[in-house]
């Protein structure tokens, strides 16, 4: 059955340079899903586009809906990784409503053309949209819904501070940095640590910062005066347990996008919206 591809829901136009449209070969994409997963996808829509990522919802011919995240630009595979074993992890230890990945690919030279990963669709919609119609008593409803979560978080204790690996344990701290070089923002993959102690971790940002290219000298001093603040303080404070393992898993863009509720105007309007998936 030949994929069809329906109108995109993103009604805006790529007018930027910033986020150049993705053209990926969507029919690959069809054919890897029915090797991995043996789901024929009759048809996909794209839905949204972002800085890093666009979108595609993905119809299946038994009446599932996937979703395909496409990365905008080549991410450090060794991320990519981690964060699917970061989902899988939380969906293992706690009872948080996180999608299931269903397979992906790290590496940019793949028959799709760009890194991506497929995982389940939550039918939901973001806080953001209906947090101002809600009532005083639903909204507390909902943040007591949010508090649970960090709640579960919170209980996820880990050894030292770092990224997820995928057999669970903590690995080395995979970030980037943007640093200017020749008058345009480089964004720079990074892998640091991991870290035993709170100190180590925002010393070793400091320092990191403080070498850059595109710092001010100006600038440099400061972190330099805060290197010092830090060194008295951790000093001094050195047995105090929040500055200590056990480290807490955090979500680094917890916010009103990435919470997923229930659409209330589907019920009688008198029961608070239910959180049915944290994404991203």
């Known amino acids: 059955m030949p994929l069809s591809v329906l109108p995109s829901l993103d009604d805006d136009e790529y007018e930027s340079d910033e986020y150049p449209e993705l053209k990926p070969d969507l ?34 011919e038994d009446g599932r809906k996937l979703i395909a995240r496409l990365c905008r630009s080549p991410r450090n595979p ?6 699917v074993a970061t989902m899988t992890l939380v969906r293992l230890r706690t009872s948080i409503p996180v999608p299931v990945v269903h397979f992906f690919e790290d590496s940019p030279s793949n028959d799709v053309g760009v890194q991506f990963l497929v995982m389940d669709y939550v039918e939901g919609v973001n806080l953001y949209q209906i947090w101002d119609d809600l009532t005083m008593e639903h909204k507390k409803n909902v943040l007591t819904q949010i508090a649970w979560v960090l709640g579960q978080l919170a209980n996820m204790e880990f050894k030292a501070t770092g990224s997820v690996a995928e057999d669970g344990s903590v690995g080395p701290l995979l970030h980037h ?13 990074m892998s640091d640590g991991p870290f035993g102690s709170t100190s180590d971790y925002l010393s070793l940002f400091i320092d990191r910062f403080s070498s850059s290219s595109s710092i001010s000298e100006e600038n440099r001093m400061r972190l330099y005066k805060v290197r010092n603040i830090l060194a008295n303080y951790f000093a001094s404070h050195d047995k105090e347990p929040y500055i200590r393992p056990p480290f807490r898993l955090r979500h680094a863009d917890f916010d009103g996008q990435n919470l997923l509720f229930a659409d209330p105007t589907l019920n009688d309007g008198t029961s608070p919206p239910r959180l049915v998936g944290v994404i991203d």
């Open 177 to 189: 940095m943007v640093e200017n070089i020749d008058g345009k923002e480089v964004i720079k993959d």
């Open 27 to 60: 029919t690959a994409l069809s054919d890897l899903l029915h090797t991995r997963i043996g789901q024929t996808i009759i048809s996909c829509q794209k839905v949204t586009r972002g800085t890093y990522n666009e979108i595609y919802m993905l119809n299946t």
């Open 78 to 83: 060794a991320a990519l990784r981690s964060e």
